[in-house]
Nanobody, 116 residues
Framework: VQLQASGGGLVQAGGSLRLSCAASGSLFSMNRMGWFRQAPGKQRELVASITGIGGTYYANAVKGRFTISRERAKSTMYLQMNSLNSEDTAVYYC???????????WGQGTQVTVSS
């Protein structure tokens, strides 16, 4: 599996960004996909995930502000991020669940920086 996240950038607090994740390789379209983030000095954390049939999960810190979606035909996943704040500053990664664990193929990630 190859995963490429994009769409990050510098945004002011209160602003919005939309991240995209393009997936290729041995990918099961029904597998759960997710967005993770890692801030400096912190562990990587799951931000949001979506199942093959559209079921979603959001971390409490982003609930109500972020929206995850996917286009299975394009093997593409998105993360719409609104009302961004400085605590959202991190490198964002996308990943696909193999059915037992998250894939070890993380890709490069995309940097999101929120200025106050």
């Amino acid at each position: 599996v190859q995963l490429q996240a994009s769409g990050g950038g510098l945004v002011q607090a209160g602003g919005s960004l939309r991240l995209s994740c393009a997936a290729s390789g041995s990918l099961f379209s029904m597998n759960r996909m997710g967005w993770f983030r890692q801030a400096p000095g912190k562990q990587r954390e799951l931000v949001a995930s979506i199942t093959g049939i559209g079921g979603t999960y959001y971390a409490n810190a982003v609930k109500g502000r972020f929206t995850i979606s996917r286009e299975r035909a394009k093997s593409t996943m998105y993360l719409q991020m609104n009302s961004l704040n400085s605590e959202d500053t991190a490198v964002y990664y996308c990943n696909v669940h193999t059915g037992t664990v998250w894939s070890s193929s993380w890709g490069q990630g995309t940097q999101v920086t929120v200025s106050s």
